[in-house]
């Protein structure tokens, strides 16, 4: 499954063909959730396979054998992608984890039906952006970018892969009554990983000991996940993401958006967060504070 050129129109929003058919999208819509299951739901860039790292390391208490052996898209593959329902074998007796970027809108119906837990993982769309504008760089399934102004743009007006940020972290933090839903943010791993991990297992009902914590903590940091094949999309090919144009683990901070926003760029961000956010009460950490 190449269509590295293709682009599939899902409900108003675009999705890279190589990794979604319109069949793949639909029957995502119709997913029956467990449970037992436990969702990641996150607009890209927002600390998704780190997460992904987490929940892998707290069903494991701590050992690392199976996040050094199975790459994450085996272990926490996104519903929404062609191969998920080869992946998931249904019904299951162990709590599956499942990813997703779909927004709340299309993915909250299958949802409402179940008592599954989700994991939502946000960041601040200044990092989200820029993370965002070099992964375009190497993804070879998603357009090719010009230049970060037309990206920003395109980044505020909701018409990049994946659809609006906006609607993204406002549809599924809105769901916090609705649904079995913890809300996490990049920044929070980013400035308390071990506070993290312990508040996700404690909501995932499986709480460590301090030494499993220890080795989880230890098995996250952005050093470990960088040098794990299992986690650092090194095991595809150049084709489909060009190593020579950067990694996936890129830098894992908070604030790069610094180093590459114009004062200009910034003012222009900040009067359309301010007036699509007018509705939202949540507060972004934009830089690492000492
Ligand atoms: S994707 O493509 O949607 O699955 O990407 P996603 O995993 O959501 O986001 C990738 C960014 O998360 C950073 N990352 C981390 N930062 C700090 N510590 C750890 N352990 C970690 N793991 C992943 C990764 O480097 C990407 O951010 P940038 O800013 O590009 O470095």
Redesign the pocket.
């Known amino acids: 499954m190449a269509r590295l050129d293709v682009t599939e129109i899902f409900h108003g929003i675009s999705f890279p063909g190589h990794l979604h058919t319109q069949d793949s999208l639909q029957l995502a819509l119709k997913f029956q959730f467990q449970e037992t299951d436990i969702l990641i739901a ?9 997460m ?2 987490i929940v892998t390391l707290i069903s494991s208490r701590g050992d690392p054998h199976l996040s050094q052996t199975v790459p994450n898209w085996t272990r926490a593959p996104w519903l929404e992608q062609y191969y998920s329902a080869a992946v998931m074998k249904v019904p299951s007796t162990t709590p599956r984890f499942i990813t997703t ?1 779909l927004p709340h809108h299309l993915l909250g119906p299958a949802l409402q039906r179940s008592k599954a837990k989700v994991i939502y ?1 946000s ?1 601040n769309p200044k ?1 989200v952006a ?2 965002f504008y ?2 375009h760089k190497m993804a070879k399934f998603l357009p090719e970018v010009d230049s970060f102004p037309e990206f920003l743009t395109r980044f505020l007006n909701g018409t990049l892969h994946f659809g609006s940020w906006f609607d993204h972290v406002k549809g599924w933090t809105s769901q916090t009554v609705t649904l079995n839903l913890l809300h996490i943010t ?1 920044e929070e ?2 400035m308390d990983l071990h506070g993290t991990i312990k508040r996700v297992s404690s909501f995932l009902q499986c709480p460590l000991l301090e030494d499993e914590l220890h080795n989880s903590v230890k098995h ?3 050093s ?2 960088k040098d794990n094949q299992m ?1 650092n999309y090194t095991l595809i090919p150049d084709e489909i993401m060009d190593h020579s144009k950067g ?7 908070i604030g ?1 958006w610094k180093n590459m926003f114009t004062e200009e760029q910034n003012q222009y961000f900040e009067s359309i967060f301010s007036s699509k956010m007018q509705d939202c009460a949540l507060e972004f950490v934009w830089e690492k504070q000492d």
Not at 42 to 50: L, V
Not at 247 to 253: A, D, E, L, N, S
């Open positions: 996150s607009y890209p860039k927002s600390g998704t396979t780190w992904q790292e970027h993982v960041r990092d820029v993370s070099h992964f990049y791993m980013s996250c940091s952005f470990s996940m986690i990694y996936f683990m890129r830098k894992g901070q790069d």
